[in-house]
Every structure is written in C-alpha cells, then in structure tokens.
C-alpha cells in the first residue's frame, strides 16, 4: 500500500482529520500560517493540500506541487484555489458544501433575531452606561412575512425555523417544484412578488451572473416599508450601494450582512450604518460545522487516493486522460445543448429525457449526459458543478432525468436529442455532428434546422410573411450587430417559422425590445454559449 504525505495549511479542527491522523499510510503535518515562498520550498513531497480560506492556492503553489493529486477546502467556497490551475494540472479539488447547512440556517436565524430587537446597538449603549429602553423598541416576527430567494438545504431550514416563530414563507427558487412547495408549506412567488409582500428577506443562492445584484434597486423601488433583510449567503447577491440607498432614503428599515462583495469590506458607510447588522463571515463559524467539513474532506481525501471515487469534486479531469478522441465533438456538442436548453426556456425542467440514437448509442454515454446536465445546472447553481457532481446536483433539485438508446439513426450516423419539460413548456433539442462540418443542432421543436453553434445566437418564433426578415435585418443594423449567419425553419408558408440567426455581436436590451415589437414576432430567445 503506498503511503501518502497531506499538508494541512490553515486551521482544522483536528478531530475533524482524525481518520487521516490516525490512518497508517498517511503521513500529516500541519503547518498553518505559511506564506507562498514558504509553501513553495515545501509543497512538491505532498499528495493533498487542506485549507480554508486564510491561504490562497495560487497556480505557482500548484505548478511545484509535483506530486499533488488533491487539494480540499473544508468549506464551501473555493475562492482561494486557482481552480483554472488546478484543471490543467490534474489535480482535484473538492469542497464540503453540506458540512456548514446548520450553522448558516442558525446564523441566519441570529441575524434575523438581532437585527429584528436590535440587539447589537442596544448592547454597546448599555456596555457604555447608558440605559436607554425607549431607544430600542423592536419588531415581533410572529405573523409577519417571510421572503427567501433559493430554497435548497439552507433555505429549507431557515423556513421551517421561521415557520415556527409563526411566519408565513414566500420564496422564488427555479427549481422549487409545485409538490415539495406544498409540502413544506412555502408559497412560491417570483421575485418581485416577494419585494411587494415580504417583511423578511433572506437569500440562500450560489453568487452566479443570474443571481449577482438579483436583490438591488429595482428590488428595493418595489418593496413595501419596513422590510428587515439578511445576507448570509455569498456576497454580491445583494447590491451593496443599492443596499445603502434604500436604507438612507427609508426605502427599507433594515439589514443584517454576514458576506460581502469585497472581504474583508472596507466600506465604513454600509459597516458602520445605524441600520445595518454586520459579522465577519461567520456563518460556518462553530466547532460542529468546522469537524464536520474536516471530516468530510478527510474521508474523501482517501476515497480519492486509495479507490477513485469522487464525491464533491469542483473541477473536472482532464478530458484528454479520460475521454476517446471520438467522442470530443459528441461532448462539446451535449454541453452546447445544455446551454441552449436552459437558456430557451422561461423557468428550468422538472423532466429530462435524453435520447442517443445510432453507433453513438452502442458506446457508453455516461459521459454525454453529465455534460449536458453541468451545463443545463450551471446558471442557477453556479460554476462548482461538474460532469462529477452534475447527476447528484439535479436529484437535489428533483428533476427527473431518463435515457433511451437506439441502434438506428434516421439520416444521421449518431444523433441525440433532450427533450425538457416543466409544467409550462416542453423543448425538444437534436444534434449531431457531422463529417467534415462539425457540431449542429438539427432539430428546434418541430422544425428541422442547421445550426452551427457560434458564441452570440438568436432563436424567433414567428409568423412567416413577406418582408418580416428586411425589417428584422434593419432592426440590428440600426444597433450595429452583425449576421453572421442565417437559417430559416418552416412546414408551410404563411405559417408558424423559426429564424435562427448567429451574430457576430450580443443583442442589448433596447434592440430586443424594438425586434419584440416587429409584427409577427412571437417570441424571441437570445442565447450566448461559453
């Protein structure tokens, strides 16, 4: 059996390591506080790293670090591991994202509690000598509005403890399903919904393009006065400035921040606002949340050593070590098709069905799927999914997925399909790639297209008569965005078309509006794939 060497480099809690402690082929030496000249003199004789968020892994560190097959942060984030760095090294790197969900549902709670009796201010006056019971006079819960925005385990949990403070749950999730809203007696809503109706904001989701500023000025110019709001997720998803607005302009009554945009904040207006409640990140701060992420890396760490099985990891391997060179296009073409799904529709599925038709089908396609579901999770999950994770990450969200495989392929050597389905709308998705022309996208719902995927694209739904296209052509003329190229799909004229454009440009707002209001325009969806 070989034996493995594992530097700890921020604080752990050391019973939280202790199966890597005591385990006979692991040698571990923790040795906190280096800096990266430090690390670097030392790094090449280990096989993993753990850390937390005080040292950052640079891609210096990973590069000297010969012999590194992991490096684990018992945490959450990963903001502090070249992750790019790690990819291209072969390295692995996981994370513990359920070891902290009660700490953070309690911190939430706290902050909720403390902003809501205002108790960090009424204690400071008091440890000054001043008695000032008028001063402070605070807010019951009870019977108020509860909004949450992402309602995974955190979210979860913070709902059932608020639900018995006797507070009625509003929350927007994409992937909150009809079924487990009722079940867990949560109404969901849309986002401006909440604004309009919540006392009580909370926001439980990762920090993605989708959610970055999701609660800022538009949020608070909805709002009805008096709502308390509390941010103990990621910073960012609230818009600080926007944050500080509302409060001076009594928009709002109140905030509590455990995360930031910039950590550690160096804004002494939002730190040291009268209105708002501020921790330094303390949300996995307890003894419990720091054993159990220690413990869930070290179990993984000899999981991933001894018997390649990966669990949490954030990044994926290297396709070239891993993958036929045959099935690269197959792979590149499913993770464009996830794009596109996701992008298309208006809310995300709650079924997938996955169809792999011709010699394609014979192979194993394990592959295809993962890719095509990363890609579909990743704008409401964020970039810590994976080809690794993707499979578990969608079970979490209660989609269902299924595959269906046929030897035989209709005019295509290999074909595949996805079919996504919510309650509102079905999509249906073909591709293929084709010898000497590469990846397309063959089917769009009904209409047979071709379809080279490019980086900015446009899908409209419309009805077919003379003249529409001229206007649509003068319409991004005017807003300087170039056709690359154009591809019309139709049973019969007069009829029910799709055009699919791919441009050279992305389409602003004001150019979608003016298009959406071209007659015969249906619907118009803009895709832009990584």
Do not use: C
């Not at 993962?370 to 969608?394: D, M, T």
């Amino acid at each position: 059996m070989e034996n493995y060497k594992i530097l700890v480099l921020d604080p752990v809690s050391e019973d939280g390591i202790k199966e890597l402690l005591d385990h006979p082929n692991y040698d571990v030496d923790i040795n906190t506080g280096l800096s990266e000249k430090e690390i670097l003199e030392i790094v090449h004789e280990y096989h993993a790293l753990i850390v937390r968020s005080q040292t950052t892994v640079t891609e210096e560190i990973i590069r000297y670090a010969r012999t590194l097959k992991v490096i684990a942060r018992a945490g959450v984030g990963i903001d502090n591991i070249d992750i790019e760095a790690a990819t291209k090294h072969g390295v692995i790197v996981i994370n513990a994202p359920d070891g902290n969900t009660i700490s953070a549902t309690e911190h939430t709670m706290a902050m909720m509690l403390s902003l809501t009796r205002d108790i960090p201010a009424a204690h400071k006056e008091l440890s000054e000598g001043k008695w000032n019971r008028k001063g402070h006079k605070g807010t019951e819960m009870y019977g108020k509005t509860l909004g949450i925005i992402g309602v995974g385990k955190i979210g979860f949990g913070v709902a059932k403890r608020a639900q018995s403070f006797g507070m009625r749950i509003i929350a927007f999730d994409p992937y909150l399903s009809d079924d487990k809203a009722q079940e867990a007696e949560i109404e969901k809503m849309e986002v401006d919904e909440i604004a309009e109706q919540a006392d009580f904001l909370t926001v439980h989701t990762p920090l993605t393009p989708q959610t970055k500023g999701i609660v800022g000025a538009d949020f608070f110019e909805k709002t009805k006065p008096g709502l308390k709001i509390v941010n103990v997720a990621r910073g960012g998803i609230i818009d600080e400035k926007a944050l500080v607005n509302a409060l001076n302009e009594g928009q709002i009554d109140g905030a509590a921040l455990d995360v930031f945009e910039e950590e550690p904040p160096t804004d002494q207006e939002l730190l040291s606002h009268p209105k708002i409640v501020v921790t330094p990140h303390l949300g996995a701060s307890t003894v419990e949340a720091q054993e159990k992420v220690a413990i869930s890396v070290s179990r993984e760490i000899i999981d991933i050593l001894e018997n390649n099985t990966i669990i949490h990891a954030v990044n994926a391997p290297r396709i070239s070590e891993n993958i036929n060179n045959e099935l690269k296009p197959y792979i590149n073409i499913a993770n464009h098709m996830g794009e596109v799904g996701i992008q298309m529709m208006n809310r995300p599925p709650a079924e997938i069905k996955l169809k792999y038709h011709g010699e394609l089908a014979l192979d194993d396609t394990s592959m295809l799927t993962r890719s095509f579901v990363a890609s579909l999770l990743k704008p409401h999950l964020g970039e810590n999914v994976n080809i690794i994770n993707a499979l578990y990450l969608l079970q979490e969200q209660d989609v269902v997925y299924k595959v269906e495989k046929k030897g035989k392929a209709h005019g295509y050597s290999n074909y595949l399909e996805a079919e996504l389905i919510n309650e509102d709308e079905t999509l249906i998705l073909g591709a293929s790639v084709l010898n000497g022309y590469g990846e397309r996208i063959v089917k769009i719902n009904e209409f047979q297209v071709d379809i080279k995927p490019t980086k900015h694209l446009l899908f409209i739904d419309h009805q077919d008569r003379p003249g529409i296209i001229g206007e649509m052509g003068i319409t991004l003329g005017t807003h300087k965005v170039n056709i690359a190229s154009m591809q019309l799909g139709r049973h019969d004229a007069g009829g029910n078309a799709l055009l699919s454009l791919s441009l050279d440009q992305g389409v602003n707002d004001e150019a979608m509006e003016e298009l959406s209001g071209i007659e015969g325009f249906n619907g118009l969806k803009q895709v832009d794939l990584s």
